[in-house]
């Protein structure tokens, strides 16, 4: 993506954009855990973590803070903390930790499934369960990645509530709404949020090569747009530095782009 071809580092690609995206979600936490779940989020807390907020706290997704940033799939070579799964729910109770889920379905209202799909007494699949959702949504900073932007995952109505949106933390009372913070929404297509109309799902930009009308019709709800359609601004495009970073440092593997592929 790019009107210039010659020079590498002038073109980018989706996943790249994604994962500067995803940066951005983070950019702004200061020193907190940052618990990103897959590839393209693990990516992102990196990119974060090499540019915008160094102050960031990572792990190698099993037991151990690492003091330094290393590449996808990669051990840590400096080590400064050890976190073993049990400590985990101390950090998820304190609140000092942004979670990056996924999702298997979103609805209009932010809540998240990613327990089962159709009637809950007799469903069509079975999924990973609620596992860590609820309280991650109700303690925590809370992010979601979707891979692929389509009406089976942006629905009406989740058939299970996983992850709790606002309008439902609201309802449950003030345990349940006072550290609620659903925060991000990034897509392989977009970049939404829950500041629309009673916290509800809010399109706040489109990747460079989408259109509007494109997410539009990946959503199985309508969307809120602030304005009108042709106010939506375009995700910004990584810089030279991130694309160095992503492709020399972080994933000079070309992980990324099973995620997302290169010709998206």
Same mark, same amino acid.
């Given at each position: 993506?790019?009107?210039? @071809?010659?020079?590498?580092?002038?073109?980018?690609?989706? /996943?790249e954009?994604?994962?500067?995206?995803?940066?951005?979600?983070?950019?702004?936490?200061?020193?907190l855990f #940052?618990?990103?779940?897959?590839?393209?989020?693990?990516l992102g807390?990196?990119?974060?973590?090499?540019?915008?907020?160094?102050?960031? %706290?990572?792990?190698? $997704?099993?037991?151990?803070?690492?003091?330094?940033?290393p590449?996808?799939?990669?051990?840590?070579?400096?080590?400064?903390? =050890? &976190?073993?799964?049990?400590? *985990?729910?101390?950090?998820?109770? =304190?609140?000092r930790?942004? *979670?990056?889920m996924?999702? @298997?379905?979103?609805?209009?209202?932010?809540?998240q499934n &990613?327990?089962?799909? $159709?009637?809950?007494?007799?469903?069509?699949?079975?999924?990973?369960?609620?596992?860590?959702a609820?309280?991650?949504?109700?303690?925590?900073? @809370?992010?979601? =990645? *979707?891979p692929?932007?389509s009406?089976?995952v942006?629905?009406?109505?989740?058939?299970?509530?996983?992850?709790?949106?606002p309008?439902? #933390?609201?309802? /449950?009372?003030?345990?349940?709404?006072?550290?609620?913070?659903?925060?991000? &929404?990034?897509?392989?297509?977009?970049?939404?949020?829950? $500041?629309?109309?009673?916290?509800?799902?809010?399109?706040?930009?489109?990747?460079?090569?989408?259109?509007?009308?494109?997410?539009? /019709? #990946?959503?199985?709800?309508?969307? %809120?747009?602030?304005?009108?359609?042709?106010?939506v601004?375009?995700?910004?495009e990584?810089?030279?530095?991130?694309?160095?970073?992503?492709?020399?440092?972080?994933?000079?593997?070309?992980?990324?782009?099973?995620e997302?592929?290169?010709? #998206?």
């Open positions: 993506m790019s009107a210039s @071809t010659s020079d590498p580092l002038a073109t980018f690609t989706r /996943a954009v994604c994962a500067a995206a995803i940066a951005d979600a983070f950019a702004d936490d200061g020193e #940052a618990s990103p779940m897959g590839l393209l989020p693990t807390v990196r990119l974060a973590r090499l540019t915008s907020n160094p102050d960031l %706290v990572i792990s190698d $997704g099993e037991s151990l803070f690492l003091a330094g940033t590449p996808l799939l990669a051990p840590g070579d400096v080590v400064e903390g =050890w &976190i073993p799964f049990r400590r *985990v729910f101390d950090v998820v109770a =304190w609140g930790r942004h *979670v990056m996924g999702a @298997t379905q979103v609805d209009r209202h932010g809540n &990613i327990s089962a799909i $159709g009637d809950f007494a007799r469903p069509t699949r079975q999924l990973l369960g609620s596992r860590g609820p309280g991650n949504t109700v303690n925590n900073r @809370t992010s979601y =990645w *979707v692929r932007h009406p089976r942006f629905v009406e109505q989740v058939d299970v509530v996983s992850g709790v949106g309008a439902r #933390a609201r309802e /449950a009372g003030p345990a349940a709404e006072r550290f609620h913070d659903v925060h991000r &929404i990034v897509t392989d297509l977009a970049v939404l949020d829950l $500041g629309g109309p009673g916290g509800t799902v809010r399109l706040c930009s489109v990747h460079p090569g989408v259109t509007v009308a494109d997410v539009h /019709a #990946a959503t199985g709800f309508e969307l %809120v747009v602030d304005g009108s359609d042709a106010d601004p375009h995700t910004r990584p810089t030279v530095e991130e694309r160095v970073l992503v492709r020399e440092v972080l994933d000079p593997r070309g992980l990324r782009h099973r997302v592929p290169a010709g #998206a």
